[in-house]
Each structure stands twice: as structure tokens, then as C-alpha cells.
């Protein structure tokens, strides 16, 4: 049978995806392997905002922090996550979930997991779209950070790829976070 065309009634999923457009991806993975090694540099905290630990995670607030930040950067991963899902990410000390606030409107997050290594991963970081390009970024990662080592971490880490926004990267590497590895890989436009 020529190509597009149904053998059984179903397309194999080699058949769906070969006539779709591919985006190329890379992953990069960072790291801070000690405390001396965040630079905080002249960030200071701006006027306003507060970060504060949600515990418990309603999962309402949980899916709108992820929503309004990540869809613009393809983040989908948990779009699908039932209540006992979300409850259960968040019920452990491993795994806190952190809210910044300005002047009481919602403006990012992020999230922290402990790992059996000793490491924390910073594993969710960024900001909703009305609050980018005000050097937010740089004073929410350094609060991400400084929470991570003080849980303990014996290094802190996090990884961006090439869908992230464009100010990710530099700014992890501005605070000192060095990369230690890379991975390609392609998505289904």
C-alpha cells in the first residue's frame, strides 16, 4: 500500500507523526555545586513581592500557575493531572511548591524537589507573561536557589531547553549556574 494509506483501520504512530512538522530541541542541564557559586550580584528584592510556600496545593492554583506560565513554552506534561494527582506531588516535604506574589497579584513560581542524591532540582521556575522583562526573574531565581541550599542540598540544579523563554538561560548562567550536560531531541509541531 502506498504511504497515507490505512492497512487495519488505524495509523501506527510512525505513520501519524511522519507527516508532521518536527521541531528540533535541546535540552541543557545546569547546575550549582556549591553555595559560593550563586551569584547574586545587585538583585535586589523589588517592591512588593513576596514568595511563599503553598502548602496544601489546591490543585486549581497549582493548574493555573502551570497554565498561564508554561503554555506559551509547550509545557503540557501535567496538563492532564487529576486532583489526587497534583495532591499527591505536593504532599511530601520532598517536593515544595513556592508562590510570588506582587503587591498580592499572582506573577510566577516554582517548584523544588529533593532527590536521594542530596541534590534539590529546581523542576518548575518562571514567570506569568504580564510580569517578564522586569528583572523578576533574576530575584525569584536567587530566592529559588538560596530555598534549595537551605534544604539542604549538597548541589542544585535544573535544566532549560530551546522552547524556554529566550531570557531563561542567560539568567541561570548569570547567577552562576554552569551547564554540565546536553540532550537533543525532536517534537510534533
Excluded at 490505512?6 to 547546575?31: A, I, N
Excluded at 550563586?38 to 502551570?66: I, T, W
Excluded at 509545557?75 to 516535604?93: G, I, K, L, M, P
Excluded at 532527590?115 to 522583562?133: Q, R
Amino acid at each position: 500500500m502506498g504511504k497515507g494509506k490505512r492497512e487495519t483501520g488505524t495509523w501506527s504512530q510512525r505513520d501519524e507523526t511522519s507527516f508532521l512538522p518536527m521541531t528540533k530541541v535541546t535540552r541543557t542541564y545546569l547546575q550549582l555545586t556549591s553555595s559560593d557559586d550563586l551569584v547574586r550580584g545587585q538583585v535586589e528584592q523589588p517592591a512588593g513581592a513576596c514568595v511563599e510556600r503553598c502548602f496544601p496545593v489546591p490543585p486549581e492554583l497549582f493548574r493555573e500557575l502551570y497554565a498561564r506560565v508554561g503554555t506559551a513554552y509547550r509545557w503540557h506534561d501535567r496538563d492532564e493531572w487529576t486532583d489526587a494527582q497534583v495532591a499527591s506531588r505536593f504532599t511530601t516535604e520532598l517536593v515544595t511548591l513556592y508562590q510570588l506574589t506582587i503587591d498580592g497579584e499572582r506573577a510566577g513560581f516554582y517548584e523544588l524537589e529533593r532527590h536521594d542524591d542530596g541534590s534539590v532540582e529546581i523542576v518548575l521556575f518562571g514567570l506569568l507573561a504580564e510580569f517578564a522583562g522586569r528583572g523578576l526573574g533574576k530575584w525569584l531565581l536567587v530566592d529559588a536557589v538560596e530555598r534549595a541550599w537551605s534544604l539542604g542540598a549538597g548541589r542544585v540544579w535544573l535544566h532549560t531547553c530551546t522552547l524556554d523563554s529566550p531570557a531563561a538561560k542567560p539568567n541561570y548562567l548569570a547567577r552562576g549556574f554552569q551547564t554540565y550536560a546536553t540532550e537533543e531531541y525532536e517534537i510534533a509541531d
